[in-house]
């Protein structure tokens, strides 16, 4: 079955919820493609943010991988 990810970026700062984002790609043919693009487009998008941006608001990424249909 189709799998579709769903990335949210996080900050370790009270107040500040996780906001969801689309990266390129969303829709994978099995979990561990989505499980892989995730781990992978997580520490690319991490590598990319400066280091200020990481210490000030403390960032991270979360992401899920579901089945279709169970969104």
Same mark, same amino acid.
């Given at each position: ?5 769903? #990335?949210?970026l996080?900050?370790q700062?009270?107040g +500040?919820? =996780? ?9 994978f043919? +099995?979990?561990?493609? =989505? ?12 590598? +990319? /943010?400066?280091?200020? /941006? ?10 899920? =991988?579901?089945?279709?249909g #169970?969104?």
């Amino acid at each position: 079955m189709k799998t579709i990810i769903i #990335m949210y970026l996080c900050s370790q700062i009270p107040g +500040n919820a =996780c906001k969801p984002f689309e990266p390129e790609y969303t829709e994978f043919k +099995n979990y561990g493609e =989505c499980a892989r693009y995730g781990y992978q487009y997580s520490s690319e998008l991490m590598s +990319n /943010f400066s280091d200020k /941006f990481i210490e000030e608001y403390r960032a991270y990424i979360v992401f899920d =991988c579901k089945e279709q249909g #169970m969104v």
